[in-house]
């Protein structure tokens, strides 16, 4: 039976994905970060990780390319899950009593607008959406609500305060599938991710992109992070819709290979699919 | 005198920018968001705004870019501030009593690896640095640290405990100043900021970058941000090194507008100097 690593505890959005990905025969693993999903499946201890890579109203979740990046590992799938938050609490609490809300910043942020109409609720980030249940263990008994999924819910015993308040009902978090293996299987709509750093120097990017557009190679996103020890400086995450085992793709990468400092290649996978939490 | 809007509290490495960049003649407004800072500016409650867009460690900060689209308001200058962090607290405590850090998740984020050797300490994210100082106000007396600028023990009367706790030394924030009216000053080095959105076909980055490198006017940075009513949609927000007033900058947004969905202008500024903390 596999076992799969995912961030947050059960509950959380990321377990969710798990399920939805690799159906229910096979041991969920919660991790408390990000950074323990990609050490645990660089360890052995996992044999896929689901990470959150991007959410479509709140933006990229910069650790998880980070990570990409240090750990080397590969992304074998993705997934596109639709997010909807829950404002829960201990049965005994109505809305307008709640003094606390905790959840992960993100979730948060995709509720924000709900959550300036509580006037008496001070908002505190904290590392998950679940696990926030958990952590407000010591104020059981105190008005405290957590933003989190409606499987949380059943999980903690909480009650529903609130249904659905994310910001944009078109809520939407894409997933990566990683393991330290790269995919074998035969793709049917393919997409690829590689990292690349470029020379300081004008038009590089452009001449990068060119590579891909006078081949006809799609871009599906490009995002860009800081390189610390070279301040405002950027390594260029790309994903491609292609399979880098193609021969075209194969020519594009090596054409890249001669203009850029470095390239790193994660791997070809299926194009996301949709599913509702 | 004119009225400086900057995010945080007294002490704040947006009131260092601020001071930084205007000098000691002005009124400075401690504004609690970059929301805020950006409101009072729009309302005329503030002449300038300062705001932080970027770390060279931790990347983009994603608000001020969406507030940049959302607020109809100019960028008259940027600076670059190397930051120090500081761990403060109470003078009656040691590094090893310490039980809870506060600070605003970048600074955490910068801190990681000091933060990590504190085996003791849970770290809890807070909207600021420096008012992370007066937000623990209630727990005064108790083993509380947090981590700010050094400007901030002075005015909060604390202890460092430990100083440059950042993971790099080469760590700089790159701030933005905001005003409702555009720059009509000479630009000696000059730099612009636009963004836009592109129709959602293949190639459409390729084209819009060429619109640049064709011309020769060079990019200093790109940046992706969400469009929550179209999941997985980008607006791209480019700053140029260029004066949006040159003839050729005018053709080349021209060009830019004939192929894109919108284009927004935010005006040119001096390239930011860099100043030390």
């Known amino acids: ?46 044999d896929f990780g689901v990470v959150p890579v991007e959410n479509s109203s709140f933006g990229s979740i910069f650790e998880t390319y980070d990570y990409l990046s240090k750990y080397d590992l590969f992304i074998t799938g993705e997934l596109n899950l639709q997010v ?45 959406t679940a696990g926030s249940a958990i952590i407000s263990g010591p104020e059981k008994g105190e ?19 609130k249904a659905n308040i ?33 020379q300081n120097v004008p038009g590089s990017l452009f001449k990068a992109l060119s590579i891909f557009a006078l081949r006809d190679i799609n871009l599906a996103k490009i995002e860009s992070r800081p390189i610390p020890q070279k301040p405002f400086q950027y390594v260029f995450y790309v994903d491609l819709y292609a399979d880098l085992s193609e021969q075209k793709i194969k020519n594009a990468i090596n054409h890249l290979e001669e203009i850029a400092v470095s ?10 699919k949709i599913f509702r939490s």
């Not at 096979?26 to 990000?34: D, T």
């Not at 909807?84 to 809300?101: F, R, T």
Request: net charge positive; hydrophobic share 35%.
């Open 84 to 128: 909807n938050h829950y404002l829960l609490a201990e049965k005994k609490y109505k809305l307008d009593e709640i003094k606390k809300v905790y959840s992960h910043p993100q979730a948060l942020g995709q509720s924000s607008e709900f959550l300036k109409t509580l006037k008496n609720a001070k908002i505190h980030p904290a590392y998950d």
């Open 166 to 198: 994310q910001n944009n009902k078109e809520n939407y978090t894409r997933f990566l599938v990683i393991s330290k293996k790269s995919n074998k299987q035969k793709i049917a709509s393919p997409k690829s991710s590689i990292c690349f750093e470029l």
């Open 263 to 272: 390239v790193k290649k994660f791997g070809a996978y299926e194009t996301g």
């Open 1 to 46: 039976m596999s076992i799969i690593a995912f961030q947050g505890e059960h509950g959380a959005y990321s377990e969710i994905a798990s399920l939805k990905y690799f159906g229910d025969k096979v041991k969920l693993s919660p991790s408390f970060s990000i950074d323990l999903v990609f050490n645990k499946v660089k360890t052995g201890k996992a």
């Open 143 to 161: 008005p405290v609500a957590i933003v989190a999924s409606k499987n949380a819910a059943a999980i903690y015993g909480l009650k529903i305060l």
